[in-house]
């Protein structure tokens, strides 16, 4: 959700260096990212031109995450993005792209709002994590079966005798430390 304020204005000088008009400092394409991420829109505008290079700038901050292996983008749907370029389908991907988002944008907070509304945690409903881990846990075993799982014996108890003795030799060692 953006706030009701008007876009940041970020001013690029002929240095390539980036302006943010509000706080009157220089800021990084991974602090624009932080804008938006917070929910903030930006505009960014050369100085000497005016031209708008908002989009120039996303797209680099997109190409930038997905070099880093951040991965967001199926290789398919990058290479149905390159064919409509040249296709007739240029003319309707952007409304239906936008479209799309905003409608998964809606029914994520939809989502989140159903579940807080009907359990303000969500993890109650599992009995904690504990128990989230343990349906899992259930889960994965229906899944696989028994497949590729060893029985393991359970290991032996050792006797209170035994335990006794490992105290014994426990202390002697100390004390053999201690005279050191």
């Known amino acids: 959700m953006t706030d009701a304020k008007p876009p940041l204005l970020i001013k690029r000088y002929a240095s390539r260096r980036l302006y943010n008009t509000e706080t009157s400092d220089y800021v990084t394409l991974e602090d624009i990212a932080g804008f938006i991420r917070a929910g903030r829109d930006v505009s960014i505008v050369d100085l000497k031109t005016g031209d708008d290079l908002t989009r120039q700038y996303l797209l680099q901050i997109i190409t930038e995450h997905e070099s880093k292996g951040e991965n967001m983008l199926p290789i398919n749907v990058l ?102």
């Open 79 to 180: 290479t149905d993005l390159v064919r409509s370029y040249t296709d007739t389908a240029q003319s309707f991907v952007p409304e239906f792209l936008a479209n799309s988002f905003e409608l998964l944008k809606r029914q994520q907070a939809d989502l989140i709002e159903n579940l807080q509304t009907a359990l303000p945690d969500p993890m109650a409903a599992f009995g904690g994590f504990e128990g989230w881990q343990k349906k899992q846990q259930e889960f994965m075993a229906a899944m696989m079966g028994n497949w590729g799982k060893k029985e393991v014996p359970d290991p032996p108890t050792p006797a209170a005798e035994d335990l006794d003795e490992i105290k014994r030799q426990l202390a002697a060692l100390q004390a053999k430390l201690n005279q050191l």
